[in-house]
């Protein structure tokens, strides 16, 4: 059974920082491409950024480059996406997703990832 458990969301005011990790079961992380997306209330899920299966190539939407860092540790099983300078913008349930494929190009999109985790909240206060 394919499990992807989101971890390291919360609370903290502008400027913070969280370092949000997936935790991914019952398949080959290393052969799988890794994502994170977000949805705020209202809004449709998004993607935020996404790494390919050897973390050579990573993607990140215009509205965290800079700020967020994608990256992956494939001996752990694990995917982390590292948030800085946070704003209330930010403010969102944050998922993991993963693909599979052995892809030089990174794929971002939502439609393109299987399996989900179940989602981590992340909230900015002004």
């Known amino acids: 059974q394919v499990q992807l458990v989101e971890s390291g969301g919360g609370s903290v005011q502008t400027g913070g920082s969280l370092r949000l990790s997936c935790a991914v079961s019952?398949?080959?992380?290393?052969?799988?491409?890794m994502g994170w997306f977000r949805q705020a209330p209202g809004k449709e899920r998004e993607s935020v950024a996404a790494i390919n299966w050897s973390g050579a190539g990573t993607y990140y939407a215009d509205s965290v480059k800079g700020r967020f860092t994608i990256s992956r540790d494939n001996a752990k099983n694990t995917g982390y996406l590292q948030m800085n300078s946070l704003k209330p913008e930010d403010t969102a349930v944050y998922y993991c997703a993963a693909r599979s494929g052995y892809n030089s190009y990174v794929n971002y999109r939502r439609e393109e990832y299987a399996y989900w985790g179940r989602g981590t909240q992340v909230t900015v206060s002004s």
């Open positions: 019952g398949l080959t992380f290393s052969s799988y491409a």
